[in-house]
């Protein structure tokens, strides 16, 4: 498995559709394990395919460790309630905002296997749910958020955080 470069918000591919997996090749079977590697090594807890510089729809999404969730072609089918909290991306290190999402997401996808499948996610994965697949059509969070955090507010979290 290999690590993978992650590309910064001034990165031109990180704005474009990313288009859909017609058959799971080895070379997809390849980029998720790679995806799934480099989401290890970063600490993140979801990762796009055009974040790699892939434009194709595929996300893995960890927000509980050892939950692993391989997404390819995902979409929304339902959504319900709402939250509003903290958002950060790989794409764009340092910099924080405050994103409303569904509180509950449902979303369908393909499997490794080229299985269709639902999975539903509330909390902090739903939230990731919205932010990955935003990715597949060239939007990040800052287009959505509320609001972005100060750099004073950012200091703060950080001192909390020690
Ligand atoms: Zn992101």
């Known amino acids: ?64 460790p050892g939950n692993l969730i391989e997404l390819i072609n995902p979409v929304i089918v339902e959504t319900s309630g709402s939250q509003t909290g903290q958002e950060g991306c790989l794409s764009l290190p340092g910099r924080w905002g405050i994103c409303t999402r569904p509180d509950t997401v449902t979303v369908e996808a393909t499997n490794r296997r080229g299985e269709r499948f639902r999975v539903t996610g509330t909390g902090l994965t739903a939230r990731c749910f919205c932010h990955e697949l935003d990715h597949l059509d060239g939007i990040l969070y800052p287009d959505v958020a509320d609001r972005m955090l100060t750099r004073a507010e950012i200091d703060k979290m950080m001192e909390d955080d020690d």
């Open 1 to 64: 498995m290999a690590i993978l470069k992650i590309l910064t918000e001034e990165d031109p591919i990180l704005r474009k559709t990313s288009r859909k997996v017609d058959a799971i090749t080895p070379r997809i079977q390849i980029l998720l394990d790679d995806m799934i590697a480099t989401l290890h090594k970063s600490g993140g807890v979801g990762l796009a395919a055009p974040q790699v510089g892939v434009l194709r729809r595929v996300v893995v999404v960890e927000t509980e």
